[in-house]
């Protein structure tokens, strides 16, 4: 256990992890179905989430399992994770090695955006601020840019709206729920693991 946690805290995603977050995703489907419990690897060396998509319309990172749907999408209409890779989203408040705790998901968007910033909680496409309110704690990879095995660099935080957006887009960078389009300056680079 001792190593696991280790292996959390460096950001590093270890093989036995990678296989408890394959074998578990039947199970993760299973229990999204039901809501937005937590899902797989439970055992894995850092706990995550499946059901994490990137959506093509806004290039934003957005919580696809829930019950209540795609959630609203500043692009108009709703999220849309066509073309996503799976995402997980690890789950914790840990802010030491190269992760940054501070994460959320907004019930209001499925967005996850930074809950943590001095000037509040962002612009929501679905009017107001994000909320954090029944969200669990995340963590995102941190700085992120290459292309280890199953890690996606490429992610940014848009000091506009304090949503998490994919910024390496041949498309650019997308739409922001603030207006015009996310920008990723003053942002860390973050990452996130994928399923194969
Ligand atoms: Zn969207
Ligand atoms: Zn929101
Ligand atoms: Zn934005």
């Known amino acids: 256990m001792e190593f696991e946690k ?8 270890p093989t036995f992890a990678r296989r408890t977050a394959i074998a578990s995703l039947a199970v993760g489907v299973l229990t999204l179905s039901a809501g937005r419990g937590i899902a797989s690897a439970q ?12 959506c093509h319309k806004c290039e ?20 849309d994770g066509g073309g996503s890779s799976h995402y997980l989203a690890i789950l914790g408040e840990t802010a030491s090695g190269k992760l940054q705790g501070g994460w959320r998901w907004c019930s209001k968007c499925e967005g996850m955006f930074y809950a943590a910033a001095s000037a509040g909680m962002g612009h929501c496409p679905a009017g107001g601020a994000h909320i954090q309110s029944g969200s669990s704690h995340y963590a995102v990879l941190v700085p992120a840019e290459t292309a280890a095995p199953l890690q996606q660099g490429g992610w940014r935080w848009c000091s506009k709206c304090e949503g998490m957006f994919y910024a390496a887009a041949s498309a650019g960078m997308g739409v922001c729920p603030a207006g015009g389009a996310h920008i990723q300056s003053g942002s860390s680079h973050y990452g996130f693991w994928y399923l194969p």
């Open 6 to 13: 280790k292996a959390c805290a460096s950001g590093e995603m």
């Open 43 to 54: 055992a894995a060396a850092c706990p995550t989430q499946a059901g994490w998509r990137w």
């Open 60 to 79: 934003g990172m957005f919580y696809a399992a829930a019950s209540a749907g795609m959630g609203v999408c500043p692009a108009k209409g709703t999220h």
